[in-house]
């Protein structure tokens, strides 16, 4: 090992932890060359494609730091987003089941599911450079969307020419789909405050409706992931790299290869921030549809959308020295702290909004980011991160209805198909509640305040 391997974690769910190899994989993420500080894992940790997911990890470009598509994962910028509205749970509990069904009918979710919003392949190749942004120009959203997100929706230095053609044939009709899996769209209140000026500053506030939406680069991202981790493994024997797993396959950053893979990556991520939007406008037309109100009586604003699986080029200081370092984070979440260059102005008091879902049965989070966090190269954790497999969840719920439990908390569940809902069962997944305990704990993100799902829309 070049570095220590950090877990974040409480002793209760180290336990856990130590069923599966994500202990190994940070132990194997700590050798590879470049990597700087520590090789770290957040509390959600679980075991994923070479670095585990729950993984965060830094190399130093000017010392060779190598980049890994297996750093990033699959699903390039899966991320969450949340709105906030001027509706209360008063208002939405007589709806919620019309507003359920009618987020199911109009939001295409699933596996291979596709979309209306078409667009042609010239098009295409400016969504993937512009990201958001194009899709807002083009009447799916406001400007001030961008401003509340990650990047402003975009990433620079997406290079469309290191996108192959199946990368895009299978990203051409998914934008504003959200996808199979753990991708969810949920309306939930706001349970618990712990910070009243700063969630005051971030326009929430107690029994407030909020929309989280979690999705990625579908297909698109897939794709550029499958192709480049399989090109890596020659890169290994190319550069003398020795790594103790194939699917840590890397190059290093400043290599023609490491250099495609970002531009490729960069696109995926702009793909994805683009289909968050997507999403967000058809969520935000059935609101109107449904409560027959305006969008400025709905006040249906972006609180802030976050990526939680990418690669970033960021400066810290190691050693004395300023350092240009590339940031893997796969399932952890940036966390900027209050002051930082790159937050918009309205989030330079409070610091970075941080989002953290949970499984639909339990609850969600906003919080912000820390100075403190400077120690982990400001990330903190994703989500709840899984208990089970998705076929031992399916296992344990045989016999079960999830929907009619979920209903009879309250909670109104659709979803594509009946095996989603098994995978995803809150059994399934970690206590939300203690993996943000572990951060808030740690100090590298505060807990702003606490949402309950009232409704959810399952891929």
């Not at 797993?245 to 190059?251: E, M, W």
């Not at 370092?325 to 952890?332: D, M, P, T």
């Not at 409070?350 to 820390?370: A, E, K």
């Amino acid at each position: 090992m070049r570095v220590d391997g950090v877990i974040y974690t409480s002793e209760k769910m180290l336990e856990a932890v130590m069923h599966d190899k994500a202990l190994e994989q940070v132990a194997n993420v700590a050798m590879l060359p470049g990597i700087v500080k520590h090789s770290l894992a957040m509390p959600d940790i679980h075991w994923g494609y070479g670095f585990p997911i729950g993984g965060v990890a830094a190399t130093d470009i000017e010392e060779g730091g190598v980049i890994s598509p297996g750093g990033v994962g699959f699903d390039i910028n899966c991320g969450v987003r949340l709105m906030k509205t001027d509706l209360t749970e008063e208002d939405v509990k007589p709806r919620l089941k019309d507003l359920v069904y009618a987020l199911h009918n109009n939001v295409p979710a699933g596996v291979g599911s596709t979309g209306d919003i078409k667009i042609s392949a010239p098009e295409e190749r400016k969504l993937l450079v512009e990201g958001a942004k194009w899709v807002v120009d083009h009447g799916y959203g406001r400007q001030e969307d961008l401003e509340c997100t990650e990047e402003r929706g975009a990433i620079k230095g997406a290079d469309p020419d290191k996108v192959s053609p199946r990368a895009y044939e299978r990203g051409k009709h998914q934008s504003g789909t959200l996808g199979s899996g753990n991708h969810f769209l949920e309306v939930q209140v706001v349970d618990e405050v712990y910070d009243a000026p700063i969630a005051s500053a971030l326009g929430v506030s107690k029994g407030q409706v909020t929309v989280m939406i979690h999705s990625g680069s579908r297909g698109l991202g897939y794709q550029v992931c499958d192709e480049y981790s399989k090109d890596f493994i020659h890169s290994l024997s190319k550069y003398g790299i020795t790594v103790p797993d194939r699917q840590l396959a890397c190059a290093p950053v400043n290599s023609p290869e490491g250099k495609a893979y970002l531009g490729a990556m960069k696109c995926a991520a702009n793909y994805a921030w683009a289909n968050r939007q997507c999403l967000m406008y058809l969520t935000r037309l059935v609101f109107e549809k449904v409560f027959h109100m305006g969008p400025k009586d709905l006040g249906m604003d972006l609180v802030y959308d976050v990526a939680h699986n990418i690669a970033k080029i960021e400066k810290y200081e190691i050693n004395g020295k300023v350092k240009e370092l590339c940031v893997h984070r796969k399932g952890a979440t940036r966390a900027f702290p209050p002051e930082h260059p790159e937050l918009p102005d309205k989030y330079k008091k409070t610091g970075q909004p941080v989002i953290i879902p949970g499984d639909m049965g339990r609850n969600s989070y906003l919080l912000v980011g820390t100075k403190k966090a400077e120690e982990t190269f400001f990330s903190t954790c994703h989500g709840a991160g899984r208990l089970m497999s998705r076929s031992a969840a399916i296992q344990a719920s045989r016999g079960r209805s999830i929907s009619r439990e979920l209903e009879n908390k309250g909670i109104i569940v659709k979803s594509s198909g009946r095996s989603t809902l098994a995978e995803e069962m809150p059994d399934a997944y970690k206590d939300v509640n203690e993996v943000v305990d572990v951060v808030h704990g740690a100090g590298i993100s505060k807990k702003v305040c606490r949402m309950k799902p009232l409704g959810v829309i399952k891929g």
